[in-house]
Structures are given as C-alpha cells and as structure tokens.
C-alpha cells in the first residue's frame, strides 16, 4: 500500500460543503489528485438527474469504475457524496482497499442542519433540493446520532486498510 494514495469519501448532507472541499483538496496537487462526483456523472450520463434506481445504479457503476482506474493509475481520488447510508462507506473502502489506498472518511455531519439549509437556498435549478428533502436525510441519518457518524463494520479487508475519521466541522473552524 502507498503512503502517499489514499482515497476519501465525503460525509455529509447536501449544502455542508462536501464539495467545495474536495475542490479545494484536488486544487492542491491536480497532477496526482483527482475528484469523482455522482452529480456530475448524472449530468454527463443523462443530462439532468433523474431522481431514479435505474439511473443511481448506473451512475454507481460508473463511479465506482473510475476511483479504482484513477487508484490503481496513481492517482489519489475524492468522492464527494453525501456517503450517508454506511453501505456507501463499506463499497468505497472495499475499492481503496483493493487499489491498495488508504481511505480516509471526511465527516461533515456536525455542520448544523439550518447551515446546510441555507447554502442550498443559494443554489439554482437541479442543485437546489430543497429544505424537506436535506431534512429527510437529516432525520434518516444525522438527527439523533452522535457526530461524526460511527463507521460500519468493515469486515473482511484484504489487507488490513484502517480508516481514518476526520471531523471537517471540527478542522475548518
């Protein structure tokens, strides 16, 4: 395993800043680093989401494909989804271990609710959510639970990766 490839997974709701960090990470070394977007692989597949099983299966098969090229290539990756439901985490880490990066979490769940609210009020068209989809997901997965959010089991790693948990709410303050 590299010490110096590793593979990150944003956590988070929609508007806490996932993505700005994970442009802002890339920007740092765009030659050996590099960001996977489930909403841009929507975009670039089918030109706007479509809200669908068979277009998220799709759009998962497709970003999963790229992180392992880009890992296997060298390259260190981000993922910048909400990564909110832990088999999202388990798959991601499952794909590090296997390109034999290490996988690091970037919890953003302590960004409060009302923040991540209100960024998305900025946003326009397909970006905007809207308030009671950000709290639907907030009630699912945040609201009650400890921040960050614990990680899965992640039984069965072939080489032992451990995962690192950093506290974005925490760090960027």
Request: glycine share 10%.
């Amino acid at each position: 395993m590299s010490d110096d490839l590793v593979m990150w997974a944003t956590r988070g709701l929609p508007g806490c800043g996932k993505t700005t960090w994970a442009r802002g990470w890339v920007d740092i070394d765009p030659a050996w680093r590099a960001r996977v977007s489930r909403d841009d692989e929507r975009k670039a597949m089918h030109g706007r989401r479509l809200g669908t099983p068979g277009q998220e299966r799709l759009v998962t098969i497709a970003c999963h494909g790229k992180i392992l090229d880009l890992l296997r290539a060298g390259v260190s990756v981000v993922e910048d989804g909400t990564n909110l439901p832990d088999e999202h985490l388990v798959a991601l880490w499952d794909i590090a271990d296997r390109a034999g990066a290490r996988f690091r979490v970037a919890d953003f769940t302590r960004v409060p609710f009302k923040t991540c609210v209100a960024r998305d009020v900025g946003r326009e068209g397909e970006a905007r959510l809207g308030r009671e989809r950000i709290l639907a997901m907030h009630q699912e997965f945040v609201q009650g639970r400890r921040t960050p959010l614990r990680l899965p089991t992640m039984a069965g790693m072939r080489r032992g990766n451990s995962v690192e948990v950093v506290d974005m709410a925490r760090l960027l303050k």
